[in-house]
C-alpha cells in the first residue's frame, strides 16, 4: 500500500503528515479522507489551480496530465516542472512525497 507523504505547511498540516492510501485515490481525495484541507473550490472537477500541488518523490508514477491539466497548472501560482493538480493526479503504487504550496490563487476561501 503506498504511503502519502505530506511535507509540513503552515496553515493546512503543520506537523506534516503520512497516510497509507490505495492505488487509484486522488491525492486530493486522500488528503481530505485524513483531514488535510486542501482546497478544492472547483469540487475537483479540474476547473481551477487550488488544489495546486508538488510531487517532490514519486513523480514518475503518475499518470500523465491531460492538456486540460496542464492548462490549468499554467495559471497555478509558483508552478514548477513537479506541479500537478492534487484532484487529477491518481496515485500508483509508489510513495509520494508532496509539498502544499504557501498560496492559491483562490481569491476566496471557505475557511478564512
Known amino acids: ?3 502519502l507523504i505530506f511535507l509540513p505547511h503552515e496553515d493546512i498540516c503543520p506537523e506534516g503528515a ?4 490505495e492505488p487509484g485515490i486522488s ?3 486522500a488528503a481530505l479522507q485524513n483531514g488535510i484541507e486542501i ?4 469540487e475537483k472537477s479540474c ?3 487550488t488544489c495546486h500541488v508538488y510531487i517532490r518523490e514519486g513523480f514518475d508514477s ?3 496530465a491531460t492538456d486540460q491539466e496542464e492548462d490549468y497548472l499554467d495559471k497555478a501560482w509558483g508552478v514548477d516542472p513537479d506541479s500537478r493538480l492534487s484532484c487529477q493526479a491518481k496515485v500508483a503504487d509508489e510513495d509520494l512525497v508532496i509539498e502544499i504550496p504557501k498560496y492559491t ?7 478564512h
Open 18 to 21: 503520512v497516510i497509507d492510501v
Open 1 to 3: 500500500m503506498p504511503k
Open 27 to 29: 491525492i486530493c481525495d
Open 39 to 42: 482546497e478544492h473550490a472547483c
Open 105 to 111: 490563487i483562490n481569491m476566496v476561501s471557505e475557511h
Open 47 to 49: 476547473a481551477c489551480t
Open 62 to 64: 503518475l499518470d500523465e
